[in-house]
């Protein structure tokens, strides 16, 4: 495909060697023209009838030829004007139709862009609303954590106090259990001391029966 510089170029090169050839011809013309007037004004000195019947003829061919390449170089320019006229309006409806298409494409090229970025846009808004949807979720568990913890920690204070209570209780157990280990060695110090006091009278009523019956 040629550039769009190359046939206004070409369509230039072609006009100007149009215009040389134009020019040399129209200069023939114009000799043929001069050298018809140089032959009338040549055999006017002269007087002869024949000899100006000659001149005329040959000024009217010459006039005829000149008159002949002024025209066919007239018909020839308008057939190249119109030529180059359709030339140029080809290659600017060749320009036109690249350009146009350019356009189009670099269109749908940003309308492609554009579709992309909407895409994309649409995408990041959904992955926005997930996220919303997330940290709300998230604040919420902080929330009913923090409530458990503040449950948790009253829980706390309130086993702590009854683990105190508890701790004075055991105090308290442990302060009874010793005063009654003490009263248990006290009681049982006391049954021994009355058992040996148990045997020692029972052997005296032994001994007091034994005499009684040797007194009989």
Known sequence: MP?????????????TSRRRQRGTRLTIATALLVLAAAVVASSAPVGSWPIAVLAGAVAVALGAAATRITHA?????RRDANADRAAQAQAYRSIATRRSSEHARDVERLAARLAEREQTLV???QTLVELEQVLSDVQKQAAETGL??????RRGDELEHEGHGVVAQLDAAEERAAAAIVRLAE????????????????LAWRAAEASVRKRA
């Open 187 to 202: 009681v049982e110090q006391e049954v021994d001391v009355l058992r040996a006091e148990l045997d020692t009278v029972t």
């Open 123 to 125: 995408e990041r808004e």
């Open 73 to 77: 170089e007239l018909l020839q320019s």
């Open 3 to 15: 550039s769009p510089v190359a046939t206004p170029v070409t369509s230039v090169t072609t006009a």
């Open 148 to 153: 458990r913890l503040v449950a948790a920690t």
